[in-house]
């Protein structure tokens, strides 16, 4: 069994509107640092403002029954009203706690509340109705508990429930003789002094004149309906199982499944926003359609605090309130551009994500989902998170000549360095480092028996135990890991190669050169294996053509291995002008193979398919096109990179499409990174995403290590993945005590910004 090579691993947010400019490109390189930019009468996107959606949760109570809500309206005073099982509730407008409204006594359950402009607030429970208005709250008798169902109207007040039909008109209830079922849901006035009735037996109209049931499949998609509403064209909305039911002028004229966006066929609850955009709520979270026929979906605890939407209202900003089996969710808008989204990240990575002395990476949630309390951690990957924010400073250097960002470039640089230094080797790095005094961290020392080790080498005989990962440094302030990767060694390599080409002055430049060497120099004197402390090559930092042409283990590693020793003598070789790393590349190209060897990088066996190597070789190729001037061995690197790009434009990457731009002077449509530039949620916390079971995706397996997959690649608002060497078509995935480094998106905005996609 081939193993995963790679051992890497609120809150502010809006529905984007936005304008797609097709770009048309023209990138050239400018002198000996072979800046891209555009050429004059170039297009550009324009950082058009869009609405930015976020969501805000609340827990109503510490009983289950306080948060299992089931319906929720908004008042005049934009106080919220809800019902839960637990009984009435009020959060006033400027509170975010929860104050019952019903005597302890007898305060739940309750099942609809309705806000009225002219009555005040009303109130179905399990005893009756009650009403609030001037400050006063009553019992309104006249109707047979319980009331599941409330609904205002010109005539007056409808309350409903298993034991009949009720209006409150002239300062009293008059039952209504409708022969209607008992299992009612929902009720909405047809505006016309009749009454549309959602049951689980059919949909019904009631008026003074007669009561129709339509249950029949030419009528409804499925009789058992949640909920009704009236869309402001004046189409009938009909919710519940099977989907939605679409009528106009007394028929069905169409319906909505999964093959329209619905996660489930189970829909709860519908309801209109001021915008005309119709809220559809099922049991797996909210489904918003546009007059224009476009649809979005917004589910995870990302956007709601429970994926069972019972009910939703609107408050006097177009804000959605939304009743959850788990809590209120309130999913609200703001305006914002790409350059003041920038400024939030930018603000976010400052204030939790860059930890002593100067490491760009995630922060530990001790509460899942909270981040108050936030408290930085180790990750096994802190030198190439790094690196990409690095890179991030280089380009914003680039762009702004924002001394602040050659500053923190340089921060990171030396953090990197200290890697190599702390070592007390002649060039082997680590992986972090955290300070001495912390008693927690990831993947900590372990002792194996002979048994496991037995096991472990039966399973994988590359197997390599690292018993003592966590070493003291020489001055005792840190603890640094050993045991590398080369996926390290990658996101190290893509980092210096841009602090050098964007941001480093003379001086730097030749603290690069000292350090590359060093590295390299230790490469050569151990055959291309990565030596650790102990004496033996690390588990994954294997370039050697003894183990790469020759041991068949390592038949799956061979040709991206092969690609990234060539990247880095390259890379050497093009800073310091020491022609032993030319020759070295040389004689890997001419007395090895290794440019052969790289014939499949883009065609590698389904078994030995991760989607982290992609973003590998996405930061080594424009090492190579940078250095290499010899015309048969560049075209094979443009070949490749053109296949690679081609393969990978799937990914809808900003910095796999920008990487690319940046490489091989190519012009590029930004749509889809700039799409997703303005989709990205504001709230980084990495939550459990999960889209199994969603029906409007398909769950596919394919012969990979990453085999559980959807069809269709999430926008990013759907995704738990925030890093770009995490498979985004995962199909499950997150972890809520985890907040991502906004690195991510910061990387590709002044990456957009440096080659001219993106206008300031």
């Given at each position: ?16 509107i936005?304008?797609?400019f ?5 990138l ?11 050429a ?14 976020y ?11 306080d948060?299992?809500?089931r ?9 919220v ?21 019903l005597d ?5 359950p ?13 109130m ?16 309104i008798?006249?109707?047979?508990a ?26 009293h ?11 009612i849901q ?6 016309n ?9 059919g ?9 129709i ?11 058992y309906?949640e ?9 009938l909305w ?6 939605v039911s ?17 996660p489930t066929i ?17 049991l ?18 990302r ?41 939030f990240?930018y603000d ?9 002395p100067?490491i ?13 309390t ?18 991030m ?13 050659h ?15 702390i070592?007390g ?21 372990k ?12 399973e ?16 005792g ?11 390290e060694?990658c ?31 230790y490469l ?8 650790d ?10 370039w ?6 020759r ?12 690609f990234?020793?060539l ?15 030319q ?11 290794y440019?052969?060897n790289?014939?499949?990088l ?21 090492i ?24 990978n ?9 920008f ?30 995403i ?13 012969p ?15 995704r738990?993945t ?18 991502r480094e906004?690195?991510?998106w ?15």
């Amino acid at each position: 069994m081939i193993f995963n090579r790679r051992d890497s691993n609120l809150i502010f947010m809006k529905q984007f509107i936005f304008i797609c400019f097709y770009s048309v490109l023209s990138l050239f390189v400018l002198g000996q640092k072979s800046r891209v930019a555009f050429a004059e009468g170039g297009s550009q996107v324009p950082d058009t403002s869009f609405w930015q959606e976020y969501h805000q949760g609340f827990s109503v109570g510490n009983d289950q029954g306080d948060n299992d809500v089931r319906s929720i309206a908004v008042d005049e005073s934009s106080n919220v009203w809800i019902a839960t099982a637990s009984g009435i509730f009020i959060k006033d407008e400027n509170k975010d706690t929860w104050t019952p409204v019903l005597d302890e006594n007898s305060p739940g359950p309750a099942f609809s509340v309705i806000a009225d402009k002219e009555s005040g607030v009303w109130m179905g429970t399990w005893n009756g109705v009650y009403q609030f208005q001037d400050n006063e709250l009553k019992k309104i008798e006249g109707v047979e508990a319980p009331v599941s169902v409330l609904c205002k109207s010109k005539e007056g007040i409808y309350a409903l429930g298993p034991k009949g039909v009720w209006l409150y008109s002239n300062h009293h209830f008059q039952k209504k003789n409708y022969p209607i079922a008992r299992s009612i849901q929902n009720a909405i006035s047809d505006g016309n002094g009749g009454l549309w009735v959602a049951t689980r037996v059919g949909l019904y109209h009631c008026s003074e004149k007669n009561t129709i049931c339509y249950q029949d499949t030419t009528q409804l998609i499925s009789a058992y309906v949640e909920d009704v509403a009236l869309q402001t064209n004046g189409q009938l909305w009909a919710a519940g199982m099977g989907g939605v039911s679409i009528r106009m002028k007394n028929k069905m004229i169409r319906t909505l499944t999964s093959r329209d966006g619905l996660p489930t066929i189970n829909v709860n609850c519908i309801d209109g926003a001021p915008d005309g955009t119709m809220w559809v709520g099922t049991l797996q979270g909210i489904v918003r359609y546009k007059p224009d026929g476009s649809h979005s979906l917004r589910f995870s605890r990302r956007w709601l605090m429970n994926d069972n939407v019972r009910d939703i209202s609107f408050d006097a900003e177009g804000n959605a309130w939304i009743a959850t089996a788990g809590g209120v969710s309130v999913i609200k808008k703001t305006k914002m551009t790409l350059a003041s989204k920038e400024k939030f990240f930018y603000d976010l990575l400052m204030r939790r994500h860059i930890r002593a002395p100067w490491i760009a990476g995630q922060c530990h949630l001790s509460i899942a989902g909270d981040t108050t309390t936030w408290t930085p951690e180790d990750d096994d990957n802190d030198g190439e998170y790094t690196s990409n924010y690095l890179a991030m400073e280089s380009f914003r250097y680039a762009v702004t000549k924002n001394e602040d960002a050659h500053n923190k470039a340089l921060k990171a640089f030396n953090f990197l360095k200290l890697l190599q230094e702390i070592t007390g080797t002649d060039g082997f790095f680590a992986r972090t480092i955290v300070p001495s005094d912390w008693t927690t961290v990831h993947d900590g020392n372990k002792t194996y028996t002979e048994k496991q080790l037995a096991d472990e080498l039966v399973e994988d005989p590359r197997f390599k135990p690292v018993e003592k990962r966590w070493h003291k440094s020489a001055d005792g302030k840190w603890l640094w890991k050993d045991d590398t990767s080369s996926d390290e060694m990658c996101g190290h390599m893509m980092g210096y190669f841009f602090f050098y080409e964007l941001a480093a002055d003379n001086t730097e430049k030749q603290m690069i050169r000292d350090h590359v060497k060093r590295i390299m120099d230790y490469l050569i004197a151990n055959n291309y294996n990565f030596v650790d402390v102990d004496g033996s090559s690390t588990r994954w930092g294997v370039w050697s053509p003894d183990q790469l042409n020759r041991d068949p283990e390592w038949a799956s590693e061979k040709s991206i291995n092969s690609f990234e020793l060539l990247a880095f003598l390259k890379f050497t070789y093009g800073i310091t002008h020491d022609k032993k790393y030319q020759n070295e590349y040389l004689r890997l190209i001419n007395k090895e193979g290794y440019l052969k060897n790289i014939a499949t990088l883009n065609h590698t066996n389904p078994a030995w398919y991760i989607f982290f190597d992609e973003t590998m070789n996405g930061y080594l190729f424009p090492i190579l096109l940078r250095y290499e001037d010899d015309p048969a061995i560049r075209k094979v690197y443009e070949k490749s990179m053109d296949e690679w790009y081609a393969i990978n434009q799937k990914t809808e990457c900003p910095l796999f499409d920008f990487m690319y731009a940046y490489a091989r002077h190519k012009n590029i449509n930004p749509k889809n990174d700039i799409r997703f530039l303005t989709d990205t949620p504001l709230d980084l916390i990495d939550w459990h995403i999960d889209h199994r079971e969603r029906e409007n995706v398909k769950i596919v397996r394919y012969p990979t290590m990453e085999d559980i997959q959807v069809d269709k690649l999430p926008p990013a608002s759907m995704r738990s993945t925030v890093r770009w060497d995490k498979n985004p078509w995962l199909a499950e995935s997150g972890d809520p005590h985890v907040e991502r480094e906004p690195v991510f998106w910061l990387l590709p905005y002044w990456m957009g910004r440096y080659l001219k996609i993106i206008n300031k």
